[in-house]
Nanobody
């Protein structure tokens, strides 16, 4: 069973930065594509960024491109999301997810989810 634990959320002013971390317990983590998703109140869960098993491929949603960076450390079994130039519309619960595939941009491929961490950006 995969356990994913997010951390690093909090309250930040617009223009500020946060770094989210996701610690995974899955034995085959180094072969899992990983992703960050977010869900604002009353809205659907959106894909934010994905990263391949090696870190060699990444994908960003248009609304975070140029501001957020996804990365991973397979030795530490951890995925990161560096968020810069935060905006009030980035306020959401951010979820880390794992897919059994080496890489995917498809929401339906993500089978393992963390509990989420709240990010609140004040104006």
């Amino acid at each position: 069973q995969v356990q994913l634990v997010e951390s690093g959320g909090g309250l930040v002013q617009a223009g500020g930065s946060l770094r989210l971390s996701c610690a995974a317990s899955r034995r085959t983590f180094s072969r899992d594509g990983m992703g960050w998703f977010r869900q604002a109140p009353g809205k659907e869960r959106d894909l934010v960024a994905t990263i391949s098993w090696s870190g060699g491929n990444t994908y960003y949603a248009d609304f975070v491109k140029g501001r957020f960076t996804i990365s991973r450390d397979n030795a530490k079994k951890t995925v990161y999301l560096q968020m810069n130039s935060l905006k009030p519309e980035d306020t959401a619960v951010y979820y880390c997810a794992a897919t059994g595939r080496l890489y995917s941009r498809d929401y339906v491929d993500y089978n393992y989810w963390g509990q989420g961490t709240q990010v609140t950006v004040s104006s």
